[in-house]
């Protein structure tokens, strides 16, 4: 003992690591000893399996032996025996491993990714999350409920719920400059609606920090948000839109508005996009081509480009910076349902999918992604964080993974038991000025979540 303290105090005088470093080193290494520990005795306790299965067969061969049964069934037999434990055995193995790999992450991103805020009072799944671009900042959710609803960011309260839609609100975006907001719906419309809000006094807002995200607990419905009392039922209610875009003869499942804000795009079911000009409520081009229902659409942010995306694994980019010609660019290359495109800084373009990718493409060489990322499970409405390039990758599996340009991952938003998303997370929403909740995610289970992402903190990680 003498020497391995001696051993000890020499390596801690040799070491360069400031102690809180080293301790937090000394702490992980200590974990993995310890996953590692129970992973072999699982092995041990597999192996004595292994033996008394092998034995009980043995016995079982004499007697099949007896009854006069060919070889070949015993092996068969035999053979499905030690390949269900095989594959008993692999399952621990890797649900072992990956739950010490997954402690390295979480520790990083418990520090960096907190859950600030909740959003309940939707009767049904929100689709779709976004935030205003102009004072007063407010969220926005669009609900499978038929409704719209704006929330006070700091409070979590219900400021405004807008009713005018007959069917599902696919999708919602602000007005770049006035407090107008833009919905798609199922019911074949998109409507542009006139909000005025008072914001309450903010609240403090309760630490969370300390809610560990480590523990992947699997949810029933009876976990989902208590929603009894009508959050929005006190709030006031707009029932008729400014304007309403009719021209799609299927669901519209998004729309957005051009720079500048005079003109809107809509994606519809019908395989078209619809480019309307705000004022009049005219069409003014149809945009033709995709071969089957489009899923998103997004626009530049300060050019006249919109990209349109769809179920035939393809998303298109339109080009009305010249009035004359109105070019379109076909990029191919997943091999699933595109879920979203949208743009970036500079000539890039992130696409996400059903399968399980996300490419980021650049305008001028289209031929091949510059970057891809591969994941576990279906991409839904992607987000970037435009000053940092940060990607946000909504799942299928209820994760929420962080991600740089260039494909590296950064963390994975906590989720457990008690915090985070119980049902597919279908959106991501980046506000990177705002001081309290810099990115939104909103989901299956009726609730959207704001996040405080210590940024520098991730890029210092990585």
Known sequence: MSSDSEWDQSACSDSKLPSSVRSTLLELFGQI?????????????????????????AAEGQAIDGAELSKGQLKTKASHSTSQLSQKLKTTYKASTSKIVSSFKTTTSR????????YIGHRDGIWDVSVAKTQPV??????????????????????????????????????????????????QTAHI????????????????SQ??????????????PDLDGDVSSDCPTIRVPLTSLKSHQGVVIAADWLVGGKQAVTASWDRTANLYDVETSELVHSLTGHDQELTHCCTHP???????????????????????????????????????????????????????????WDLKNMR????????????????????????????????VRLFDMSGVRLARLPRS????????????????????????????????IGWNINIPALLQEK
């Open 33 to 57: 000893e310890r996953e590692f520990e129970n992973l072999y005795i699982e092995n041990l306790e597999l192996r004595r399996e292994i033996d008394t299965l092998n034995e009980r067969l």
């Open 111 to 118: 520090a960096a990714c907190q859950l600030v805020k909740e």
């Open 138 to 187: 407010v969220l926005g959710t669009a609900s499978a409920d038929h409704t719209a609803l704006l929330w006070s960011i700091e409070t979590g309260k219900c400021l405004v719920k807008y009713a005018g839609h007959v069917g599902s609100v696919n999708s919602i975006k602000f007005h770049p400059s006035e407090q107008l907001a833009l919905t798609a719906s199922g019911d």
């Open 193 to 208: 609606w006139r909000y005025a809000v008072q914001l309450p006094t903010p609240q403090p807002v309760a630490d969370t």
């Open 211 to 224: 809610i560990s995200g480590e523990d992947e607990v699997e949810c029933s419905d009876k976990d989902e």
């Open 302 to 360: 300060t050019q006249r480009l919109v990209v349109t995306s769809s179920r035939d694994t393809t998303f298109r980019l339109w080009d009305f910076r010249d009035p004359s010609i109105h070019s379109v660019n076909v990029f191919q290359g997943h091999t699933d349902t595109v879920t979203s495109a949208v743009f970036t800084v500079g000539d890039n373009v992130v696409s996400g999918s059903d399968d399980r990718t996300v490419k980021v």
């Open 368 to 399: 091949s992604p510059i970057a891809t990322i591969r994941t576990d499970s279906a991409i839904n409405r992607i987000n970037v964080c435009v000053g940092q390039k940060i990607i946000a990758l909504p799942h299928d599996n209820r994760q």
């Open 417 to 448: 038991s008690r915090q985070g998303h119980r049902r597919m997370v279908c959106c991501s929403a980046w506000s990177e000025d705002h001081p309290v909740c810099n990115l939104f995610t909103c989901g299956f289970d009726r609730q959207a």
